[in-house]
């Protein structure tokens, strides 16, 4: 009797592995696949964060290789190696996230200190130092992690970008030299282990106050809108913020990166003030961020939410 392609392989197979009735084991493989694929996807999305990472740093290799262009820019030779990776993220964002920023006209012209409620990822910063590089022509260098300058192939990154390990000495001479600066005070901690109800894990810190008063700059408070609904984190899992607090390794998984609604909302600036202290000037940054998440987040946070928000026609208002 004629057979199937597939029918006869599942003959073979039979016979070779010595398993009767294998359609039926492979028909609730094909179930089973069909009915994780949900979470498969959510844990492999973030890997796409990672991945647009990775082709950033091969674009500034790419760049750095083409040294004969060096002469053609007289501030510096990778600016324009800057501007084709955040081009990139700008791009991404647009299309991934939707991604807007609200608030531009509060940005001074000269140097500042932003200061930033951190998600799980740093996705949005990114965006948003791409829209600020196109749109004002102005570019943001960044404080991270002393994890960060350890990770495979990032340092080329880290040099291009002039990431700084936040050390007060080197965050006050930058911004004398009129760059602007931005850092999380949350840092780590808050982008693993906050969650859906936008807590500030801020602890004692008050070190970039005291960078802003030294530095007489102004700080700028930033949030983003649904940003612990892109990415999410097992950051409740006590275990894990055990050996984080003992190691200070980032072991907690992600999932998540959903095309979410990210809208970036920029605060009043806090002016330089030389009468505050930093323990100060550190509640009034927080109470700023505070005040634009009790704005512009509903709490809890929901991705399902988050997600219909790429469908409003209607501009929310600022």
Same mark, same amino acid.
């Given at each position: 009797?004629?057979?199937?392609?597939?029918?006869?392989?599942?003959?073979? %197979?039979? +016979?070779?592995?010595?398993?009767?009735?294998?359609?039926?084991?492979?028909?609730?493989?094909?179930?089973?696949?069909?009915?994780?694929?949900?979470?498969?996807?959510?844990?492999?999305?973030?890997?796409?964060?990672?991945?647009?990472?990775?082709?950033?740093?091969?674009?500034?290799?790419?760049?750095?290789?083409?040294?004969?262009?060096?002469?053609?820019?007289?501030?510096?030779?990778?600016?324009?190696?800057?501007?084709?990776?955040?081009?990139?993220?700008?791009?991404? +964002?647009?299309?991934?996230?939707?991604?807007?920023?609200? +608030?531009?006209?509060?940005?001074?012209?000269?140097?500042?200190?932003?200061?930033?409620?951190?998600?799980?990822?740093?996705?949005?910063?990114?965006?948003?130092?791409?829209?600020?590089?196109?749109?004002?022509?102005?570019?943001?260098?960044?404080?991270?992690?002393?994890?960060?300058?350890? %990770?495979?192939?990032? &340092?080329?990154?880290?040099?291009?970008?002039?990431?700084?390990?936040?050390?007060?000495?080197?965050?006050?001479?930058?911004?004398?030299?009129?760059?602007?600066?931005?850092?999380? $005070? +949350?840092?780590?901690?808050?982008?693993?282990?906050?969650?859906?109800?936008?807590?500030?894990?801020?602890?004692?810190?008050?070190?970039?106050?005291?960078?802003?008063?030294?530095?007489?700059?102004?700080?700028?408070? %930033? #949030?983003?809108?649904?940003?612990?609904?892109?990415?999410?984190?097992?950051?409740?899992? &006590?275990?894990?913020?055990?050996?984080?607090?003992?190691?200070?390794?980032?072991?907690?998984?992600?999932?998540?990166?959903?095309?979410?609604?990210?809208?970036?909302?920029?605060?009043?600036?806090?002016?330089?003030? $030389?009468?505050?202290?930093?323990?100060?000037?550190?509640?009034?940054? &927080?109470?700023?961020?505070?005040?634009?998440?009790?704005?512009?987040?509903?709490? $809890?946070?929901?991705? #399902?939410?988050? %997600?219909?928000?790429?469908?409003?026609?209607?501009?929310?208002?600022?």
């Amino acid at each position: 009797m004629p057979m199937s392609y597939l029918t006869c392989l599942l003959y073979i %197979l039979e +016979g070779w592995t010595g398993v009767e009735h294998l359609d039926e084991y492979l028909s609730y493989l094909v179930y089973l696949t069909w009915l994780f694929a949900p979470l498969l996807v959510a844990f492999l999305l973030p890997a796409l964060i990672l991945i647009l990472v990775y082709v950033s740093i091969f674009i500034l290799h790419i760049y750095k290789l083409r040294t004969h262009l060096k002469e053609v820019y007289s501030n510096d030779f990778w600016d324009g190696a800057r501007l084709a990776v955040l081009t990139l993220w700008y791009v991404h +964002g647009r299309i991934w996230n939707g991604y807007e920023v609200h +608030g531009l006209e509060k940005i001074p012209d000269g140097p500042a200190l932003f200061i930033f409620y951190h998600g799980a990822t740093p996705i949005d910063f990114f965006y948003f130092v791409s829209v600020l590089l196109t749109k004002k022509k102005k570019f943001i260098h960044v404080v991270a992690d002393h994890f960060v300058f350890s %990770l495979p192939g990032f &340092k080329i990154v880290v040099d291009v970008f002039r990431t700084l390990p936040g050390s007060q000495e080197e965050c006050i001479k930058a911004l004398k030299s009129g760059r602007s600066l931005a850092i999380s $005070p +949350g840092g780590v901690r808050e982008a693993l282990f906050a969650n859906e109800y936008y807590p500030i894990l801020w602890g004692n810190r008050k070190g970039f106050a005291q960078v802003a008063i030294d530095a007489k700059v102004p700080i700028i408070p %930033l #949030f983003t809108q649904n940003v612990r609904e892109s990415v999410r984190t097992f950051g409740g899992i &006590k275990f894990l913020r055990w050996v984080y607090e003992k190691t200070r390794w980032p072991l907690v998984p992600l999932y998540g990166n959903f095309p979410v609604k990210l809208r970036t909302y920029i605060g009043d600036p806090i002016p330089y003030d $030389p009468n505050v202290t930093a323990a100060e000037l550190a509640e009034k940054a &927080k109470n700023a961020i505070q005040c634009l998440i009790d704005k512009h987040q509903k709490i $809890p946070g929901n991705v #399902f939410r988050a %997600l219909m928000e790429r469908f409003e026609t209607q501009k929310k208002e600022d």
